[in-house]
C-alpha cells in the first residue's frame, strides 16, 4: 500500500478482555516498530523487528503485551487482560532500515489505533 | 535508560515570530531525527542530523547537532499558521535502533 495502515482506528474495550491491533507496513520496509502514545506524551517506544523477529522488546512494559510478525510483514500486537492504563494510541512505524545499517532512518508512521479501555 | 528531554513543552507565538525548541539527551546519539505531529495526526519525518555540529536547513527550519551529539535544536524563521503542531526530537544511542522520542514542543501561531 502507499503508507502504514493499521486496524482498528478504534477500539474499545472492557477491563479483563484481550484486543489485538494489526499493522500492514510499506511493502518492501524490513524494519517494523510499535509505539504507544498517550495525551501530551512523545511515543513510547515498545518493541522494534527487522524481518521477523523482534530484534528489540525492551520497551514492552510486561508479559500481558506480545507482538508477532511472522512472515515479516504484517504484525499484530496482542494485550491481554486490558487494564484502564492500557488506553492510547498504538502507533505502528516501518522503515527502510536494513540489518546492519547504521541507524533506523526515516520513520513512516500510521494513523494509529486508539485504545480504551473502559 | 536514554532519556531525551525537550523543552519548552508549549510555545506560544505571534504569526511571523521566530520559533526554537530545544532536546537534550542524558546520551551521546548516533543520529537524532525531528518529527512534526499536527493536531489529531501521526507524527511525520522531517529531518535527521547524524554528524558533529551538523548544521541543515528545509525553507525556514534550521535543524543543528550539537558538537558533542548530545543536543540539538529546531528553529523556525517567522512562524506561519501552517506550523502550528508539536514537534519531536528522537534519539537513538550507537549500535541501537530504539529511537527515544522527547516528550515535544507543542507551537501555536496566532495569526
Known amino acids: 500500500g502507499a503508507g502504514v495502515s493499521q486496524t482498528p482506528s478504534n477500539k474499545v474495550t472492557e477491563k479483563g478482555k484481550y484486543v489485538e491491533l494489526r499493522c500492514d507496513p510499506i511493502s518492501g520496509h524490513t524494519a517494523l516498530y510499535w509505539y504507544r502514545q498517550s495525551l501530551g506524551q512523545g511515543p513510547e517506544f515498545l518493541i522494534y523487528?527487522?524481518?521477523?523477529?523482534?530484534?528489540?522488546d525492551s520497551g514492552l512494559p510486561n508479559d500481558r503485551f506480545f507482538a508477532v510478525r511472522p512472515e515479516g510483514s504484517v504484525s499484530t500486537l496482542k494485550i491481554q487482560r486490558t487494564e484502564r492504563g492500557d488506553s492510547a494510541v498504538y502507533l505502528c512505524a516501518s522503515s527502510r532500515r536494513v540489518a546492519g545499517g547504521l541507524n533506523t532512518g526515516e520513520l513512516f508512521f500510521g494513523e494509529g489505533s486508539r485504545l480504551t479501555v473502559l | 535508560g536514554q532519556q531525551v528531554m525537550q523543552i519548552p513543552q508549549y510555545q506560544h507565538v505571534q504569526e511571523g515570530e521566530d520559533f526554537t525548541t530545544y532536546c537534550n539527551s542524558s546520551t551521546t546519539l548516533s543520529n537524532i531525527q525531528w518529527y512534526k505531529q499536527r493536531p489529531g495526526g501521526h507524527p511525520v519525518f522531517l529531518i535527521q542530523?547524524?554528524?558533529?555540529?551538523e548544521v541543515k536547513k528545509q525553507k525556514r527550519l534550521t535543524f543543528q547537532f550539537g558538537e558533542a551529539k548530545k543536543n540539538s535544536s529546531l528553529h523556525i524563521t517567522a512562524t506561519q499558521t501552517t506550523d502550528v503542531g508539536t514537534y519531536f526530537c528522537a534519539g537513538s544511542g550507537a549500535g541501537s535502533y530504539q529511537l527515544t522520542f522527547g516528550k515535544g514542543t507543542k507551537l501555536s501561531v496566532i495569526p
Open positions: 542530523l547524524v554528524k558533529s555540529g
Open positions: 523487528f527487522q524481518g521477523t523477529g523482534a530484534a528489540d
